[in-house]
């Protein structure tokens, strides 16, 4: 069992930065493959970003060169740095964690509102 609890939203104008931090319980953290997901009003939730045991990631084509995933095992913490933020990119963000058996951990959300 995986608890995830995210921090760091909030209200930024466009073009400005937030950095979301995704803070996860349990002793196999490392073991995980942690991601972003965001969902707007209206709209699905969607994959922003992912990152696996071994760091390699993976961005969705309109966060790409703007967002950057990383972890800290030792922290048990992966962060999402979102930078040249965008009124599309308003939207509740969900931290994810995958199992090696492929269950599936979401923490409750964090909003960012991007708005001028």
């Known amino acids: 069992q995986v608890q995830l609890v995210e921090s760091g939203g909030g209200l930024v104008q466009p073009g400005g930065s937030l950095r979301l931090s995704c803070a996860a319980s349990?002793?196999?953290?490392?073991?995980?493959?942690m991601g972003w997901y965001r969902q707007a009003p209206g709209n699905q939730r969607e994959m922003v970003t992912t990152i696996t045991r071994g760091g390699s990631t993976n961005y969705a084509d309109s966060v790409k060169g703007r967002f950057t995933i990383s972890r800290d095992n030792a922290k048990n913490t992966v962060y999402l740095q979102m930078n040249s933020l965008k009124p599309e990119d308003t939207a509740v963000y969900y931290c994810?964690?995958?199992?090696?058996?492929?269950?599936?951990?979401w923490g409750r959300g964090t909003q960012v509102t991007v708005s001028s």
């Open positions: 349990g002793s196999t953290f490392s073991s995980y493959v």
């Open positions: 994810n964690a995958r199992s090696i058996t492929n269950k599936s951990y």
